[in-house]
């Protein structure tokens, strides 16, 4: 656990210059470098029990890293939890990119919607899953007014050509998206039996 200075070094070189607020609220969360050993309940593992075990999930084949994606961006693809008889994935918001970054089909919605699925696919795959295991989506689409009618075309369509049922839990977002030329985003939870 990073202790002293080396604790706000990710604070100060994301924005060197704080604001006064922000240094207040390091200090009472316990990351000033200033707390020597204190505990910092929230923070650092809960003494004396296990953390769940869990790893990053990636498909570096169609989808690149999420801190190549956005610098800085501070999260995995997608997460794998075991859980005693089963494991979980949890798949982070996916769109319509390469393996470079690069957004795929700009402006074609039935293009980024299908691109969206060979990604969160790719990440299934990465872990022995299948869309048979996703039990929830949530899609984020820029115009919600605009798209949801295509998107609940190709996502029916996408599904009854896969043969899941039942469908996985859904719910549909309006949301400003990370980049301004992205039209759908989707993230996904799946449980896996363990043998």
């Known amino acids: ?21 922000a240094r207040a609220e390091l200090v009472q969360l316990g ?31 169609v989808l ?28 982070s918001g996916t769109a319509s990119v390469d393996e470079a970054g690069r957004t795929v089909h700009e402006g074609d919605f039935e293009g980024q919607c299908l691109r969206t699925f060979r ?17 929830r989506t949530t899609c984020y689409l820029r115009d919600i007014d605009r798209d949801y009618a295509a998107f609940n075309t190709m996502r029916t369509a996408f599904l009854t050509a896969i043969g899941v049922d039942p469908l996985p839990a859904s719910t549909g977002i309006e949301a400003g998206l990370c980049r301004p030329d992205l039209l759908i ?10 043998d």
């Open 1 to 21: 656990m990073p202790r002293g200075r080396a604790v706000l070094a990710p604070f100060e070189e994301s924005r060197p210059t704080l604001s006064a607020g």
């Open 31 to 61: 990351l000033d470098g200033a707390g020597g050993e204190r505990s910092r309940p929230g923070l650092d593992p809960v003494p004396g029990r296990a953390v769940m075990p869990r790893r990053a999930i990636c498909a570096p084949a």
């Open 64 to 91: 690149n890293e999420a801190y190549d994606y956005a610098k800085p961006s501070s999260f995995s693809r997608g997460v794998r939890v075991e859980l005693p008889g089963a494991s979980m994935l949890f798949l």
């Open 119 to 135: 990604n969160l696919t790719a990440l299934l795959v990465a872990e022995g899953a299948s869309w048979h295991d996703v039990v």
């Open 185 to 194: 985003e989707i993230e996904a939870v799946a449980i896996l039996p363990r």
